[in-house]
């Protein structure tokens, strides 16, 4: 079965600082990794994704996340966080095998960016 | 526009009266399913379809039910809705030849079971 575990539940930080939020999977094949952003109110978003290549990946508003295989881990990244960036962060695992195409969501880490 | 679409957005509703959340996607996707939102738990798949007439379980089905007559649509059926039911709930689509598609959510129907 696969899992995702996100380290932090809330993080807090001030504009201009840099964001790193970790995440960790489980999963006994080829995987496919997303992180999707919820912003107050709304729905989920999708940041960035990961299949296959180059294991450094560019999403919008400035984010990337690296896929480290001998890790497990698919960390979400930003140089320099802005208040708009206050949401929750949600880091997802899409197996390759059997019938369910289904995401496995991690708990999701609050993001709070203060002025 | 590529579009998933859920009805209601809000609804507060009693224990024990039949509900139905409808989703409908217009970019003929073949999958289609049901996560709900609960504070500190992430999302949860509820059902999943992967074409018309094939629905099956995901991790909380307990109290739904789905169905898929139409390719375009996939409603959530609560049959006697429960407090424990009240929840955020998400519709998701996408085409599942090729387990990297991009998987579309609607926006989130809010559902209050008093």
């Known amino acids: 079965a696969q899992s995702v575990s996100q380290h932090n539940h809330h993080v807090i930080l001030s504009e201009a600082a840099s964001l790193e939020l970790g995440c960790n999977y489980s999963?006994?094949?080829?995987?496919?990794l997303f992180w999707y952003v919820q912003y107050p109110g709304q729905h989920l978003q999708l940041l960035l994704k990961?299949?296959?290549?180059?294991?450094l990946v560019k999403g919008i508003k400035g984010f990337e996340a690296e896929f480290i295989k001998s890790k497990f881990s698919f960390n979400l990244r930003k140089p320099s966080v802005q208040w708009s960036d206050t949401a929750e962060y949600f880091c997802?695992?899409?197996?390759?095998?059997?019938?369910?195409?289904?995401?496995?969501f991690g708990k999701g880490t609050l993001l709070t960016v203060n002025p | 526009e590529a579009q998933v679409t859920q009805n209601p957005r809000y609804l507060i509703t009693v224990t024990g009266k039949k509900l139905t959340v409808t989703c409908s996607q217009n970019?003929?996707?073949?999958?289609m399913s049901w996560y709900r939102q609960d504070p500190g738990l992430g999302l949860r798949q509820i059902y999943y379809?992967?074409?018309?007439?094939?629905?099956d379980k995901g991790d909380v089905p307990e109290g739904y039910k789905v169905s898929r007559k139409e390719k375009r649509n996939f409603p959530l059926i609560l049959e006697s809705p429960s407090p424990n039911q009240t929840s955020l709930y998400f519709c998701?689509?996408?085409?599942?030849?090729?387990?990297?598609?991009?998987?579309?959510f609607g926006e989130g129907s809010w559902l209050t079971v008093v």
């Open positions: 970019m003929n996707h073949e999958y």
């Open positions: 379809s992967m074409n018309v007439e094939v629905t």
């Open positions: 997802a695992v899409r197996g390759s095998g059997g019938s369910n195409y289904k995401l496995t």
């Open positions: 999963y006994g094949g080829t995987v496919n």
């Open positions: 998701a689509s996408s085409h599942h030849r090729g387990t990297g598609n991009t998987i579309y």
């Open positions: 990961y299949f296959s290549g180059d294991p």
